[in-house]
C-alpha cells in the first residue's frame, strides 16, 4: 500500500537482520528475498524481504522514474538510520529478489535509486550492530516531489 502525504509516496515493508550482516560496502546497500547471508554479502542490510524492486507498488515506482528525490529509512530495534538519493527516468525496477540502492549512477534491474548520500558502510555502527543480531527491520521508502 502506498501513503501519500502531501504529495509524497511512502511505502513500508518489513525485512530481517542476520548474524552474517557486516555493511561494509562503500557504494552499495541492499535489501534481499534470501533467507541467507554469508559474511561475503556486504552491502546487505536485510533478508526475507517480501520482494525485489519489483514488488515496490507502482506509484512509487512511478515517482522514481520520474527522478524525485528518494529515501529509506531503516529501523531495527529501536535504532535508525536514513539513506537519500534519487530517483530516475531510467529504472527499471524489474528485479524479483533484490532491491539495491546506489551511490554512482549505475542502473540495474534491482536498482531503486541512485547518487544515495550513503551505502550499507555509511550507516551507523550501532544499527549494524543491532541488524546483526536479526530480528524484524522496518524499512521506510519515500518519495518526494521536486521543490518538497
Known sequence: MVSRVDGCRCYKFKAFGHRNIRATHRSTLEVTVEESLTPRGDCIVGVKAPHGASGIPEGVKDALRRGWRACLVIVA????????????????LSNE????????????????????????????????????????VVFILTAYPPGE
Open 97 to 136: 529478489g533484490r532491491m539495491i540502492f546506489r551511490k554512482s549512477s549505475y542502473i540495474d534491474p534491482a536498482t531503486v535509486f541512485i547518487n544515495a548520500d550513503k551505502s550499507a558502510g555509511d550507516l551507523q555502527r550501532r544499527l549494524i550492530g543491532e541488524l546483526s543480531m536479526g530480528g524484524e
Open 77 to 92: 530495534h529501536g535504532v535508525s538510520d536514513v539513506v537519500c538519493g534519487w530517483g530516475d527516468e531510467r529504472l527499471m
